[in-house]
């Protein structure tokens, strides 16, 4: 280990990017993808938003439910527990903020498309509109958690998940061509859950579990 | 306890080693130099997570945590998850300005270097 100066910044960001590193947030948001083409599909079977939005909201806890476990189990016992620094902090706040901004917009959204005819709002309208929606706020809020946890290959996933809204709705104003929902959320949620997979693979040859520490050591974890 | 005094920090009047450059031998040791970094940009840390970024052993990490506590550097609190012991370890303020006013003093002495 030779004596050198670090770069404080750098050594910080590295250190915080490495717990992205495990591929369970990109399999997160993987499966989240395809959460949401399972209510959609169950929307047009039942024609039931109820159904549809039940069924989405449970998958969505489960996968969260599931993502801090594997957190804690996987994660935790290889790379350690910190608390990040006062400027991280406000980072991951921010975050946060932009991740309820986007549900908030979405709810909004999809809320204008139910009284859009009591708006004046066309279907055409909507249609052309709310894919454009559902792109830029994709585009943003996944650009936003690239950029403030400095996470690059958010911004990649940003523009996947942002696609999925045009890949539905425009085939069908244009051509009438009706993609179904779940092979389009499955088309871009495959680049995603497939760079998840080949990162948790190599998360867990690269990082063992460190045994635990000699009793004479006092260093209990 | 005059001999760790001595041990921490050395005048520019020392005679031999990095005692020339008048910069703190405790934080001078590469494997300390790299645990008082690594909690020098995180507010606090266990165990586990310096030995991961520091990639030190059990043993080297706890006799280095012993030394920078001793210097009255970093402060480790032991508390329990559960049933599972943990033990935080954070810099403290002295800890703090001590590694900065480290690497004044050794950037002052780099910098009459040209390359």
Do not use: C
Not at chain 1, 98 to 108: D, E, I, R
Not at chain 2, 39 to 59: M, R
């Amino acid at each position: 280990m030779a004596t050198q100066l670090p770069d404080l910044k750098a050594l910080e960001r590295q250190a915080f990017a490495r717990f992205y590193d495990d591929g369970l947030f990109d399999l997160l948001l993987g499966l989240m993808m395809i959460a949401l083409s399972l209510g959609a599909a169950i929307q047009d079977w039942l024609d039931s938003e109820s159904a549809a939005f039940a069924v989405m909201l449970a998958a969505a806890v489960v996968l969260v439910i599931s993502f801090k476990v594997l957190r804690v189990r996987l994660v935790r016992p290889r790379l350690g527990d910190f608390k990040p620094g006062p400027e991280r902090r406000h980072r991951i706040a921010a975050t946060r903020l932009a991740l309820l901004g986007s549900f908030v917009l979405g709810v909004v959204a999809f809320g204008v498309v139910g009284v859009a005819g009591g708006l004046g709002i066309s279907p055409a309208a909507v249609e052309v509109l709310l894919p454009l929606v559902w792109f830029g706020n994709a585009i943003v809020v996944l650009g936003i958690m690239a950029y403030l946890l400095d996470v690059p290959r958010f911004y990649f996933y940003g523009v996947l998940f942002g696609l999925v809204g045009p890949l539905l709705m425009w085939p069908d104003v244009l051509w009438d061509v009706r993609i179904p929902p779940p092979l389009a959320f499955g088309i871009l949620a495959a680049p995603i859950l497939a760079i998840g997979t080949w990162k948790l693979v190599r998360f867990l040859k690269t990082y063992p579990v460190h045994g635990a520490p000699e009793p004479e050591t006092n260093l209990g974890d | 306890m005059g001999l760790p005094n001595r041990r921490r920090t050395l005048a520019t009047d020392d005679r031999g080693g990095a005692g020339q450059v008048g910069v703190d031998r405790l934080i001078h040791e590469p494997a300390r130099l790299a645990i008082m970094t690594n909690l020098f940009v995180v507010e606090s840390a266990n165990a586990t997570y310096l030995l991961q970024q520091t990639g030190l052993t059990w043993g080297n990490l706890g006799s280095h945590l012993v030394k920078l506590e001793a210097a009255g550097y970093l402060s480790t609190n032991k508390s329990f998850r559960g049933k599972q012991p943990q033990t935080t370890i954070a810099l403290t303020p002295v800890g703090r300005a001590a590694l900065l006013v480290y690497r004044r003093q050794l950037f002052a002495a780099l910098d009459p270097i040209s390359e």
